[in-house]
C-alpha cells in the first residue's frame, strides 16, 4: 500500500505543474490540498486499524478464567474487526502424535491427535454495548487429526426432550462444539455467561500441574476422577469475577440433564440403569489467587449422578448418588524452575452407591511435579498417587516425563512417557 501512494504523490505534482504553466495555477494549491487531506485520512484509518489489531493480539496473551481452555493450547490466533466495537478472535491448535502403549494387552503403536494438548478450532467475539457492557461468545470444536473426527463420546437427550442434554456427563461429546460454547455480558463486576462451559475444578486441576492436560503421565488426566470432579458441563451458568488485589473467583451451576419425567424412569427401553429429573444437578466453586511467582487455587464440587442401577433383583442402588469433592493446588516460580502440586479429596455416595457400583466412592490423592527450561524447550517431571478407599480399593500412582522443544512461537515438537501401577493389575507404560 506505500508503493502505491508513493506514486500517486508523485505523479500529481507534475500534472499542477503543468496547468499552473497555462494560467491555471490558481486552482493547484486548493486541489493539492484536498488530495493530501484525504491521503492524511487514509492513513490514520489505516493506522486505527493496526492499532485495533495489535491490541486485540494484547488481550489474547491475557490469561483468563474462561477461554480456549489452559493457556498453554493458545495456538495460532488471527485477530478480525467486526466493526468499530467489535472484535472476532479466530484461533486454532493442530496437535498429532505417534505413541506405543501398553494397557495390559501388549505393545501397541497409534497415531494420535492431542498428545501434548487437544486439537481445536475455535471463535471468540466480543462487543461493546455501552455502559463498561460487552457481549461475549465463544464457540470451539474438538478436532481429532488422526480420524477427522469431532469430540469423542456420545451426548444423551433428556429424557422427553428432543434437545440433546448431559449436564450430568463430563466426557467430550460428539457434537461439533464438544469442548465449549457460551455466550453472556460482560461488565466491570465480572462475566456471566450460559452454555457448555468448563468447571473451575478443572481448570485448576491443569493449572496445578506441570504437564498441562495433554501429556502421558500428567496429574490432570488422573486425579480428576476423585470425586467425580466435572470437567465441563452442558446447561451451565456460571458468573466469573474480576480480580482483585490478586484474587479472583468462578462460580459455576448446572440445570443437568433436564429430564423431562416425574418419576425414576428408565434411561432407555428395558434398561436396568434408571434416572430422575434430578440428574446432573448441582453446582462447582473455584478461587484463584495469582501475584508474583505464585498461584493458587481451592476448589470444591457438589453434583447429583446422572443415573443409577437398579436390577429386579440383586443389590441395587436406591437413588442418585452425589459427587462431592474439594481441591487445593497451585504453583511457584523459582526462576530455574516452576514447582506444581495439588491435593484432591472426594467422595460419590448416597442411594447404595458405596456397596453396589462402589467405584471410588471414597478417594483421595496428590500430584507434584515440576517444569524446567532446557536449551529452548522445557523438560516435565511428575509423580501422582490415588488412595483409593472404596470396597474396591484400587490404589494407583502415575509417573510422568516429557520435553517440548520450540521450534518457533506457535510450533512445538514434544515426546512425553509414562508409568502407571494400579492395583491389583499390573503396571501398564
Do not use: C, H
Amino acid at each position: 500500500m506505500s508503493r502505491s501512494i508513493n506514486r500517486s504523490i508523485a505523479r500529481r505534482p507534475l500534472s499542477l505543474l503543468l496547468l499552473a504553466v497555462f494560467g491555471t495555477g490558481v486552482a493547484a494549491p486548493a486541489f493539492a490540498e484536498s488530495e493530501i487531506d484525504a491521503l492524511k485520512r487514509e492513513l490514520a484509518e489505516q493506522r486505527q486499524l493496526i492499532q485495533q489489531l495489535l491490541k486485540n493480539q494484547e488481550e489474547q496473551k491475557k490469561t483468563e478464567i474462561q477461554t480456549g481452555g489452559p493457556a498453554r493450547g493458545a495456538g495460532l490466533q488471527m485477530g478480525v474487526p467486526t466493526g468499530p466495537s467489535g472484535t472476532l478472535t479466530i484461533y486454532g491448535v493442530a496437535d498429532v502424535s505417534a505413541s506405543t502403549v501398553n494397557s495390559g494387552y501388549g505393545q501397541k503403536s497409534t497415531i494420535g491427535s492431542g498428545g501434548m494438548t487437544s486439537s481445536r478450532l475455535g471463535f471468540k467475539g466480543e462487543k461493546e454495548l455501552g455502559d463498561d457492557i460487552k457481549a461475549v461468545y465463544l464457540m470451539e470444536a474438538g478436532l481429532l487429526f488422526d480420524t477427522g473426527s469431532v469430540g469423542t463420546g456420545a451426548i444423551t437427550p433428556g429424557i422427553n426432550n428432543t434437545a440433546v442434554s448431559s449436564g450430568g456427563q463430563t466426557s467430550n461429546g460428539s457434537q461439533i462444539f464438544s469442548r465449549q460454547i457460551y455466550a453472556g455480558l460482560s461488565t466491570r463486576f465480572g462475566t456471566v455467561t450460559a452454555g457448555r462451559q468448563y468447571a473451575g475444578s478443572y481448570t485448576s486441576s491443569v493449572m496445578s500441574a506441570a504437564m498441562g492436560a495433554g501429556f502421558f503421565g500428567s496429574s490432570a488426566g488422573f486425579l480428576p476422577v476423585i470425586g467425580g470432579m466435572p470437567t465441563r458441563l452442558n446447561n451451565s451458568l456460571v458468573y466469573a469475577s474480576p480480580k482483585v488485589a490478586g484474587f479472583s473467583g468462578q462460580l459455576t451451576l448446572t440445570s443437568g440433564s433436564e429430564n423431562n419425567v416425574n418419576m425414576v424412569t428408565p434411561v432407555a427401553a428395558g434398561s436396568t440403569t434408571v434416572t430422575t429429573d434430578k440428574a446432573g444437578r448441582g453446582g462447582d466453586l473455584a478461587l484463584y489467587y495469582a501475584g508474583g511467582p505464585v498461584n493458587a487455587t481451592f476448589t470444591a464440587w457438589n453434583l447429583d449422578n446422572g443415573s443409577y442401577v437398579a436390577p429386579a433383583t440383586g443389590p441395587q442402588e436406591t437413588g442418585l448418588a452425589k459427587r462431592r469433592g474439594w481441591q487445593v493446588g497451585g504453583s511457584y516460580n523459582l526462576g530455574f524452575a516452576t514447582l506444581y502440586g495439588n491435593y484432591v479429596a472426594g467422595r460419590i455416595s448416597g442411594g447404595n452407591y458405596e456397596n453396589v457400583t462402589g467405584t471410588l466412592s471414597k478417594a483421595e490423592g496428590w500430584s507434584v511435579s515440576a517444569g524446567i527450561p532446557v536449551w529452548r524447550g522445557k523438560a516435565f517431571v511428575s509423580y501422582s498417587q490415588l488412595d483409593d478407599k472404596s470396597i474396591k480399593n484400587r490404589d494407583a500412582n502415575l509417573l510422568g516425563l516429557a520435553y517440548a522443544y520450540k521450534l518457533q512461537d506457535s510450533t512445538t515438537l514434544y515426546g512425553t512417557w509414562a508409568r502407571s501401577s494400579t492395583r491389583p493389575t499390573a503396571p501398564t507404560a
